[in-house]
C-alpha cells in the first residue's frame, strides 16, 4: 500500500542538461547508473527500507516522479510513493555450472537492460540475500537525478553515521541554473576569451550567454532551439575529429548488456607506480585500461597495432561541496586510449601526453553546452545532436573516487562496491574506475554483440597493471623519468 507522504506536494522545473539525459534513453542504451555493495555480514530487506526512509527520503529527489511537457520536463512529489515499489527482493538464480560471481553479473546485466517506472521515482533497489554469506545490493538510478559525484554523496550520506543532506534555507530562492552556469560556463569563458575565440569563433559567447538564461520561458526556449546549429559550430573542433577507429568494440549495439568486475588493486601500489614514472594515478590506470582492451582485441584477431580509440571522459564542473544537490553538472572530454601501443611504459607516456593536453582544452564546457541545448530539442533532433559524441568515441569511461576506508551499512561491512555508467547512442562500451576502500575497482559494461565477453578484458586489467609493477620496480632509484 502506498504510504502517506509527510512532505506536501512540491513541483520543480528539471535542468536542461538533467533534461537531455532523460531523453536520452534509447532501444539500445538506458541512461541508468548501475551500483553493486557486497556485504558482510547480511542485511535484512526490512533494515534496508528503513535505511531508505530515514536517511535516502531526505533527497527530495528521491520521492519525485518525471512528469514530461512541452518545456521539458517537472519533477513531481509522488503522492503514491510506496518504498516497497523501490525496495525489493531479488532471487539470485544459478544456472548449471554458473558462480555465485557469475550469476550476480546476469543478474546486474539483465538489470541494466529493464527500464525503470516512470509513473514514479526513476530508482531501485534489489537486495539479494545470502550472496557469498553476506548479501548483494543492485542500485539503479536514472542519470537525469544525478552524475557518479552526486550519487557518491548519496551513497555516503546514507552509510551508518552518514551526514544527512543540508537543508535549505526557506527563505533563498532556489538555486537556478543560469547562476552556476554563470560561475562554471561564463566566468572561464570570460578567462579565456582570446582562446575561445581564436579556437572556436565568436558564436561560443553568444551560445553561453543565451545558456546562463534559463528563465525567459518558451520564448527563450525556441530561441535556444534554434541555436542547436550553431552550438554546433561552437563545437567544430569535436565535430572535425574523424570517427573512431573501427574495431570490433565499435558497431550497431543490440541492446542485450552483460557487466564484469573483477577484484580490487592495491591504491598504494598504483601511486608508487606513479610516483617512479612521474605520472599521475589516472594515468596509470586508464594506461592499463588501453593495454587490457589492446590485448583483448588481439586475442580476437583484431590487431590494434597503430590504432588508438576515443572515450568521452566526463569533467566535473561543480565543487564537490555541492555534490548533495544532484543533477548533472559535467562535461565531457574525448579521450585518445593508445591501444595499439604494447609497452607498458611508452602507453603510460602516451597517456600522460593526452591527459595533459586535455587539462588545457575547453571542450568539456562547450560539451556541456550541447547537452543543454540538447535538453530543449525534439527527441529526434536530439539524437542527431546526441550522436556526435557516439560517432567520435568507442566507449564512455568515468573514475569516480570513492572513500579511502571501508564503510558500514546496517551495522554491516560493505566489502566491495562498483558502478556501471551508461551510454549514450551507439556506444556499446563503459568503463568504470572507482577508488574505495584503499582499493582500486575496474568495470565494464558491454553489448553483447559488440563484445560478449567483457571478463575476458577484466581478466587482462591485473596482468598489465602487474607488468607496469615489475618495470618499476626493476628501475634504478633516483633516475625514474
Known sequence: MPQPNPQKRTSQRMSRVDTAWLRMDNDVNLMMIVGVWLLQPGITHAQLCERV?????????????????????????????????????QKLHRARGQSEREALQALVGELANTPLDPDHPLWQ?????????????????????????????????????GMDPPKRKKRAPPESEGDWLADAVMKPLTDLATKAIGMYGGGVAKSMEMLSNPQEGLAGSIEMARTGAKVLGDVGAMAM?????????????????????????????????????NCSINDVLLACVAGAIGAYLREQGDDPTGKEIRAMVPVNLRPLEQAWKLGNRFGLAP???????????????????????????????????????????????????????????????????????????????????????????????????????????????????LCPHPQQIIDRFEPEFEKLLLVTMMLPWGETA
Open 53 to 89: 526512509e530515514d536517511k535516502l527520503l531526505k533527497y527530495e529527489r528521491f520521492r519525485q516522479k518525471v512528469v514530461p511537457d512541452a518545456m521539458g520536463a517537472m519533477w513531481v512529489t509522488d503522492d503514491a510513493f510506496d518504498v516497497t515499489r523501490h525496495v525489493l527482493h
Open 125 to 161: 533497489f534489489h537486495l539479494i540475500d545470502g550472496y557469498e554469506g553476506g548479501s548483494a545490493l543492485v542500485a539503479r538510478v536514472h542519470h537525469c537525478i544525478g552524475d557518479g559525484i552526486a550519487l557518491i554523496s548519496v551513497m555516503m550520506s546514507i552509510t551508518d553515521g
Open 241 to 277: 575529429m574523424p570517427d573512431d577507429s573501427p574495431t570490433l568494440l565499435k558497431g550497431k549495439p543490440i541492446g542485450q548488456k552483460i557487466v564484469a568486475w573483477g577484484e580490487p588493486v592495491p591504491l598504494d601500489q598504483v601511486k608508487a607506480i606513479g610516483k617512479a614514472l
Open 335 to 449: 579521450l585518445t586510449l593508445p591501444i595499439g601501443i604494447d609497452n607498458p611504459i611508452e602507453r603510460v607516456y602516451a597517456v600522460r601526453t593526452r591527459m595533459n593536453q586535455l587539462k588545457d582544452s575547453y571542450q568539456p564546457l562547450l560539451a556541456f553546452a550541447v547537452l543543454a541545448v540538447a535538453g530543449l530539442l525534439v527527441k529526434p533532433v536530439q539524437d542527431g545532436l546526441l550522436g556526435l559524441f557516439a560517432k567520435k568515441a568507442t566507449a564512455v569511461m568515468t573514475n569516480v573516487p570513492g572513500p579511502a576506508v571501508a564503510l558500514k551499512f546496517c551495522g554491516a561491512t560493505l566489502r566491495q562496491t562498483m558502478f556501471w555508467v551508461p551510454a549514450s547512442g551507439d556506444i556499446g562500451v563503459g568503463v568504470s574506475i572507482l577508488s574505495y576502500g584503499g582499493g582500486v575497482q575496474f568495470g565494464l559494461i558491454t553489448d553483447k554483440k
